[in-house]
Nanobody
Framework: VQLQASGGGLVQAGGSLRLSCAAS????????MGWFRQAPGKEREFVAG????????YYTDSVKGRFTIAGDIDKNTVYLQMNSLKLEDTALYYC????????????????WGQGTQVTVSS
């Protein structure tokens, strides 16, 4: 089972990026897919998530209205559209999959991608 995250890069504040997470090795239709991020010296934190079964989406407060998570079940891929990026969004972004548990907690996730770096400059 693999999760392959991509789409990170360097962008100016106010700009946009779209991250992708391609899953392979099994179907994740019964999983919850999440995006986390970790800045240097900080804990890994929940950013956004989507439940494949009903399309429910969840966001941490700091990204609401700026980030949008979406999934393409046929491609087994989850996207994170990030708009109006801020300096504080700079981090290594990870995608992950959880079967059960607290979707906001990193400990609930069974599978993790390798991370993709997002750097927002002033």
């Amino acid at each position: 089972v693999q999760l392959q995250a991509s789409g990170g890069g360097l962008v100016q504040a106010g700009g946009s990026l779209r991250l992708s997470c391609a899953a392979s090795g099994r179907t994740f239709s019964d999983y919850f897919m999440g995006w986390f991020r970790q800045a240097p010296g900080k804990e890994r934190e929940f950013v956004a998530g989507i439940r494949w079964s009903d399309g429910s989406t969840y966001y941490t407060d700091s990204v609401k209205g700026r980030f949008t998570i979406a999934g393409d079940i046929d491609k087994n891929t989850v996207y994170l559209q990030m708009n109006s990026l801020k300096l504080e969004d700079t981090a290594l972004y990870y995608c992950a999959a959880a079967r059960t548990g607290n979707i906001f907690s990193k400990w609930s996730y069974n599978y993790w991608g390798q991370g993709t770096q997002v750097t927002v400059s002033s």
